[in-house]
């Protein structure tokens, strides 16, 4: 079976699927570090009350595994409950996980037609995106609960922003989860030569402006709003909630 029908680069200048890759892989290694002190498996992780390391890592295979069956065309309602034997190590099978749907992704082909989040982006290639950044800011959340930093690339950042745009934020509007914006949010990147990302359609505006990972993790409440970061209206609009 050919692999790739059409290789689809990402705002970095590397596919989709390398990023995700790359992505699984640090998030796999950082569990197998954690696996060498257990007590790291139990860290709390701030940004998802009431969960450690392991329900993390947990939580994120079957996300994957979820993608997985909806490629093959299964129910999106169902979500897999499935979870490490007790003989199993929790490393191992998270980088079965991700293997398996870096794997499905690849022989679907980016141009595979599936459901997705969106209507108007009912092809396989939503997940490619879709699943990297579900990676990215949990790997910053189990570095974080381990009390470690994790530098993430700018422009993978600012896309992320650009999916809360696309994504997130007309989803919680069409699930009566949020209240359309009454300012135009505009997320000013600082450490990058690109187009502002605005969320919302209201004329008037709002400014947000710093580090493009720094924005990331703000709009998805994993650190707080500082005054650096522009119009004190911003932070009351962030604070309710674009994302799920």
Not at 10 to 23: F, I, M, N, Q, V
Request: glycine content about 4%; proline content about 7%; charged content about 25%.
């Amino acid at each position: 079976m050919e692999l790739y029908a059409r290789v689809v680069i990402c705002p970095t200048g590397k596919p989709w699927l390398d990023e995700l890759a790359a992505a699984t892989e640090q998030f796999a290694a950082l569990l197998v570090s954690a696996e060498r002190n257990d007590t790291d498996l139990t860290s709390p992780v701030q940004a998802c009350p009431g969960w450690d390391l392991r329900e993390l890592a947990v939580h994120l295979g079957r996300t994957h595994r979820w993608a997985v069956g909806i490629l093959e065309g299964a129910d999106p309602r169902q979500r897999p409950q499935i979870e490490p034997d007790e003989q199993e190590l929790l490393s191992e099978w998270y980088a079965s996980e991700a293997e398996t749907l870096r794997k499905a992704l690849a022989f679907a082909g980016p141009d595979a037609p599936c459901w997705t989040l969106v209507e108007d982006q009912r092809t396989a290639l939503f997940w490619q995106r879709r699943q990297v950044h579900e990676t990215i800011v949990h790997l910053w959340d189990a570095h974080h609960a381990k009390g470690q930093s994790l530098q993430i690339d700018p422009v993978l950042a600012f896309d992320g922003v650009a999916e809360i745009r696309d994504v997130m934020y007309p989803r919680m509007l069409k699930a009566d989860r949020v209240a359309p914006l009454q300012r135009s949010l505009v997320f000013t990147a600082t450490d990058l030569d690109t187009e502002p990302v605005v969320i919302g359609d209201a004329k008037q505006t709002a400014a947000v402006q710093g580090p493009a990972a720094e924005l990331l993790l703000l709009v998805w409440h994993r650190i707080p709003w500082s005054p650096a970061y522009g119009d004190p209206e911003a932070a009351e609009l962030i604070a309710q909630s674009l994302v799920p």
